[in-house]
């Protein structure tokens, strides 16, 4: 096992398809050697059958030669009932039967036996049959014994070629296995020669697709999809790593400004100011690294454990509590218990981002209604009466870091992640999260799957 670890995954096929032609020809070759030896064999017994035959017809019609005539037979006897020899071939014992005892019994009985050559003079072994016959109301034996030289040797020949023509046809074919495997393996060792000139910088590099439309090919369509997926994927990584240093060098830039000029001028700056303007930007950079993380755990691919049960009408009024005394009242509409089933501070981080963001819009007013439509899910729509999103842009605020122009004028502290935040969270519970138009202002509407009340306790999701 050691040996075959080490070798090469075109050595080790062309052994096994070598080692299976190989076990084919010899279980091949032995059945035509035993086929044909059974063959001769049987055709041995029936031409010695056919001499016995002759003689019983001498035997029978009363004129049987003394001595009886070979028929090409090494020995003939005729035997009488008591085992005695009648009439024998020339060179046959005239005393003593060829065959005696339980030998003698199994040629009675019709069978065809096997004797040593040695017991008549002969080098090569016997096959000895018999035959019955009657002569003048007497039983009689036909004995004939012929040569098993020239089977023997047909059979011999027969496996010399046999194992002469499997060794040629075994190393044919391990040859021919070679040359095809090779030829089989060579657009893997494309496929390995354009994977090592794809670095993880992208790029665009693709592995090239063999002709023929086989397995090989459809693998490499598959590897070159999920390439496009990961150039996809660290692109967008690096999109994000880049907006995120870009928002995080504002806070930085304005927290060493303020500390730079009270160092500067200890005098003219009062440290309480300082310390309240520095704790302004921490707090910024906190939220911009709180809502980083909360995508980095979004991007896990790790699906959502939806085990709580929510009241989104209670989450939607202890979100509206959170903002009350803001720049514009929220007002919320629930008509009754609305349930679904989800992770509740995930959803509660939901509505907190849209009703913050509808907040920032609105003139006047910001509405948040929970429903159940009936069709097997719920929603929770969040209403200002802004100035709306244009319909351009309606896929693109939910981008990471994506502000609209007036929002980067008028959107005090905005990172451009919430919306974001908002959707990867709906999706990841089986919902959509999309912006209308509500004339005047936008409406966000969530769409969840219903939740029966019925449950057990509600267990916490991490």
Do not use: C
Not at 228 to 250: I, K, N, P, W, Y
Not at 327 to 346: C, F, I, K, L
């Amino acid at each position: 096992m050691a040996v075959l670890g080490r070798m090469s995954l075109r050595a080790r096929l062309t052994l096994a398809a070598t080692a299976m032609a190989a076990v084919g020809l010899g279980i091949g070759g032995i059945l035509l050697i035993v086929a044909l030896d059974r063959a001769l064999l049987g055709a041995l017994d029936e031409t010695a059958r056919r001499q016995g035959e002759d003689i019983a017809t001498l035997v029978e019609s009363g004129r049987l030669p003394d001595p009886l005539p070979g028929f090409g037979a090494v020995v003939a006897q005729v035997l009488d009932d008591e085992d005695r020899v009648v009439a024998s071939t020339p060179g046959g014992d005239r005393l003593t039967p060829v065959v005696a005892g339980d030998d003698l019994a199994a040629v009675r009985a019709g069978e065809a036996i096997d004797l040593d050559g040695t017991r008549l003079g002969q080098p090569e072994p016997l096959r000895v049959v018999g035959v019955a016959a009657d002569a003048a109301g007497e039983p009689r034996l036909v004995v004939v014994a012929v040569s098993l030289e020239e089977q023997q040797r047909s059979v011999h020949f027969a496996k010399i070629g046999v194992t002469a023509g499997g060794l040629a046809v075994t190393a044919a074919l391990a040859v021919l296995s070679w040359l095809v495997i090779v030829r089989a393996l060579r657009p893997v060792d494309r496929l390995r020669g354009g994977a090592e000139e794809i670095t993880g910088a992208g790029g665009g590099h693709r592995l090239p697709v063999p002709a023929g439309g086989d397995e090989l090919s459809r693998l490499a369509v598959t590897l070159n999809d999920m390439l496009g997926r990961l150039d996809a994927a660290a692109a967008r990584q690096r999109a994000f790593v880049a907006d995120a240093a870009h928002e995080l060098r504002s806070p930085i830039a304005a927290l060493r400004t303020e500390l730079e000029v009270a160092l500067a001028h200890p005098d003219a700056v009062d440290p309480h100011d300082t310390a309240r303007e520095a704790l302004v930007e921490v707090e910024r950079m906190a939220r911009l690294v709180d809502d980083l993380l909360v995508l980095a755990h979004l991007d896990n691919p790790r699906p959502v454990r939806r085990e709580e049960l929510v009241d989104l009408g209670e989450l939607a009024l202890e979100v509206a509590d959170g903002v009350r005394g803001g720049r514009v009242p929220v007002r919320v509409d629930v008509p009754g218990e609305v349930y679904a089933r989800g992770h509740r501070d995930s959803l509660s981080r939901v509505l907190r981002n849209l009703v913050d963001n509808a907040v920032r819009h609105a003139s006047s007013q910001v509405t948040a209604s929970v429903s159940a439509p009936g069709d097997g899910t719920v929603r929770v729509a969040v209403t200002d009466d802004g100035a709306g999103v244009p319909e351009a842009d309606r896929e693109r605020i939910f981008e990471r870091f994506t502000r609209l122009d007036d929002a980067r004028d008028r959107d005090a502290g905005g990172s451009g992640l919430g919306l974001a935040i908002a959707r990867e969270i709906v999706v990841a519970h089986g919902g959509t999260l999309v912006v209308e138009d509500a004339a005047p202002g936008a409406r966000f509407v969530v769409t969840l799957p219903a939740a029966k009340t019925t449950v057990g306790a509600p267990e916490a999701v991490p």
